[in-house]
């Protein structure tokens, strides 16, 4: 394979984030135990680091990279970036967490960087299998972070349950790849496309191609999370320890996002007539059961896995709206929701200490009379979960659904408010534990919040996800160049 300079320049920021990583776990080595702030911190410069460079790559054309195997355009870099800020946020969420329960070891920051890299590859693949080494680079490192907590039998349940299920997942992903590639004869996604374009008469190779992408859309549904490859979200949500709860319920879903516009979008766009029902129907499903079982939860952890459930569903009816501003909003939603969950599950973070996961929503009763600035942080991430205005979490929905009414869907968007209506009961039992619920007698008293850089990111979150809410023209405009 030939390449040049400038083919090594566009994949400076893997690049980048490679050498990081791999200084990170070398310094981990000789560092002693009390000072293992340093592997902390050298971690969040491999991101900001990481994510300078691909600012200062930013503007140029789309190109095609190692025999078109790799692309670099305006869409990869938008999501990267914003994958590696969320990122920086997550592991800010999670350094007293992992201290309190001596988690805080090299492991964790280096399978979050190399989760983050398989991403950062999936995002920029023009090829299947480019495309398919990204996310199994950004799995297995997801499967590892679960189990990293050995000595509890919660964790290791997760991690087992999450790695046969994601094997299947990936098994039913690569056989629909083959399937694709055994009927057109390659596995660059623009040839493919090309080749779908023009064999649109061919009976016996339209089956073949349709067998293919049920079995692609299978495995798309599971990394997604969606009904009904859902069955692993509540179990690893709830059995991973918090730290890695919150680092896989934010930022893959961006690269989930960016998994089914290289797939779909970009490499099956000619079968759109084929792919649109079977994502209405993922859509409607996830929408439906998430926030319904979600009612049912008395764990926060659980109820949250249930709601990304439902979130899924409406950054679904974005995409199979198949107009470019429906890819727009359905951008914006991953991205917006990514912030959001992290938000919610660092409150989590916050809150436990030693001994205690604050994860029953008993735990979060009367916490407005103790912590006033956090239980406003709180009320400000569940509404924008909710879709409440002035949050940005309205916006999204509202721009989802105006794409949905635009292709003639009036129905489909009419049952998604319904099912959103449901989903604000349990956000708002959330809020009324909290500004109206005396403290449970005997529950675990709560140490004050002083200024630490978990509440410091958690207000900094919540105040983004507001101000987004108010002003959101502006990464909205984002979401329009970049996939313009």
Known sequence: MKFDVAELTAVAPELTLLTLACLVLLVDLFVKEESRIITGLLTLGSLLITAAVVAAGMGGESQLLFSESVI??????????????????????????????GLYRGEYFVLGLFGVLGMMILIAAHSFLTLYLGLELMSLSMYAMVALQRDEARASEAAMKYFVLGA?????????????????????????????????????????????????VSGIAFKLGAVPFHMWVPDVYQGAPTSVTTYIASVPKIAAFALVMRLLVDGLNGMVADWQPMLMILALLSM??????????????????????????????????????????????????????????????????????????????????????????????????????????????????????????????????????IGAFYYLRVIKMIYFDPEEEGSQPLQQFDLNPVGIT?????????????????LMLICQSAIG
Do not use: C
């Open 458 to 474: 958690l207000s900094l979150n919540a105040i983004v996800v507001l101000l987004l809410g108010i002003f959101p023209a502006q």
């Open 288 to 421: 439906a059961l998430g926030n319904l079982i979600a009612i049912a939860q008395t764990n926060l952890k659980r109820m949250l896995a249930y709601s990304g459930i439902s979130h899924i569903g409406f950054l679904l009816l974005g995409v199979l709206s198949a107009t470019e501003a429906g890819y727009e909003s359905a951008m914006f939603y991953a991205i917006t929701y990514a912030l959001t969950s992290a938000g919610g599950f660092g409150m989590i973070l916050l809150m436990s200490r030693k001994g205690f996961e604050a994860e029953e929503l008993s735990d979060y009763k009367g916490l407005a009379k103790r912590h006033p600035w956090y239980a406003l942080m709180m009320l400000i991430l569940l509404f924008s979960m909710a879709g409440v205005p002035p949050t940005v979490g309205f916006y999204a929905k509202l721009a989802v659904l105006q794409q949905v009414i635009s292709v003639g869907m009036v129905w489909l968007a009419i049952a998604a408010v319904a099912f959103s209506v």
């Open 168 to 216: 299947l997942a990936s098994g039913m992903l690569l056989y629909g790849i083959s399937m694709l590639y055994g009927a057109t004869g390659t596995l660059n996604i623009s040839e493919v496309a090309h080749f779908i374009q023009g064999q649109k008469e061919n009976a016996d190779l339209n089956l073949v191609l349709v067998f293919g992408l049920v079995f692609v």
């Open 72 to 101: 670099r355009d305006p869409m990869g870099d938008v999501l990267k970036i914003a994958i590696l800020l969320i990122t920086t946020m997550v592991f800010l969420y999670s350094g007293d967490y992992q201290k309190d329960r």
